[in-house]
């Protein structure tokens, strides 16, 4: 198989339990991804990261500073076993482009050679932890918006924040925005969404994250980055921040990773930009665990088709 490839990376609430089971069982490259992982972060989580991942308990797995680390690995023993039954085993994969939705921009950035794999474990282990500590810090939400297009949103934010904060988060698809700041703002938000004639939806998540309430995780963030070795990315890696690929500097791609935890997410955009310059010439495939971004890339561009890999 030499068909160029486009790799899309799931993000923070695909995690499930039972996740990247299948492939360890079935796959002696991602069961090693595994292992690896076991070794590097030992009972950091109270438990072996992939006893967590196989068979929970849920509520465990559900919190930021679990569920960031199991989908990176998850996500990373899945590309495993794909690059082995594709028959790139010893070698690099046609890639053409890679993105991930928020966490997903590290593995992203892993499976494109700008990081290794402990590196990038070990950054991931620490952003859940920071900013499941800024949530816990601070009384933050987060709303989804459907139906909106970023001017309307925008101006729900505006109307709602008063004193507090409320920006845009998420721009996920086409009507589908996520906001995100002070709890107290997030309720202000749904009664005047709705008499714009939107729907808005409260998340069931930690706190505000990629909102300026994340600025003592970004802080953390920073100074971890400045400590790990990235190198210019082998194929160009869509950065959330900008919806544009990352510069083949490392100090510019450390600027955006920490941004991106105070910054809203361009998902449409960048899969729309991905979508623009590949479809047609790549095939697009999403990692487990889940199927999250394949449904969003239905919304963002009709003719491009995922293939999802929750199970092998």
Not at 101 to 119: H, K, N, V
Not at 202 to 218: D, E, T, W, Y
Request: hydrophobic content about 45%; glycine content about 8%.
């Amino acid at each position: 198989m030499s068909t160029p490839l486009v790799i899309l990376c799931p993000g923070q609430g695909a995690q499930a339990v039972g996740m990247g089971r299948a492939f360890a069982e079935r796959s002696p490259e991602a069961k090693a991804v595994f292992d690896r992982a076991d070794q590097i972060l030992g009972d950091a989580l109270g438990l072996p990261l992939s006893r967590l991942c196989f068979e929970g308990p849920a509520d465990r797995l559900n919190k930021t500073d679990a569920s960031q680390p199991a989908i990176y690995v998850t996500s990373m023993a899945c590309y495993a076993a794909l690059k082995s039954q594709w028959n790139y085993g010893n070698g690099e994969a046609p890639i053409v482009a890679a993105a991930g939705l928020s966490l997903g921009e590290y593995t992203a950035l892993a499976i494109a050679g700008a990081m290794s794999f402990e590196d990038g474990l070990k950054l991931v282990m620490l952003r859940g932890r920071a900013m499941q500590d800024a949530a816990e810090a601070s009384e933050g939400g987060m709303v989804a918006l459907i139906g909106a297009d970023e001017t309307q949103a925008q101006q729900v934010c505006d109307r709602a924040r008063g004193s507090d904060v409320l920006v845009c988060a998420n721009f996920n698809a086409p009507g589908q925005i996520v906001l995100s700041g002070s709890k107290a703002a997030c309720e202000r938000a749904a009664p005047i969404a709705s008499e714009m004639g939107l729907r808005a939806t409260p998340l069931v998540v930690a706190g505000a994250f990629h909102s300026p309430l994340m600025q003592p995780a970004a802080d953390r963030l920073s100074k971890a980055l400045s400590e790990v070795s990235i190198k210019a990315p082998r194929c160009p890696v869509y950065a959330n921040v900008t919806a544009l690929p990352h510069a083949n500097d490392p100090s510019s791609i450390r600027a955006r990773l920490v941004e991106q935890l105070t910054s809203p997410v361009r998902w449409a955009q960048s899969c729309a930009a991905i979508g623009g310059a590949q479809a047609g010439k790549a095939e697009f495939h999403e990692l487990a665990p889940g199927r999250t971004l394949a449904g969003l890339y239905r919304r963002i561009d009709k003719n491009v088709k995922v293939a999802a890999h929750d199970e092998p």
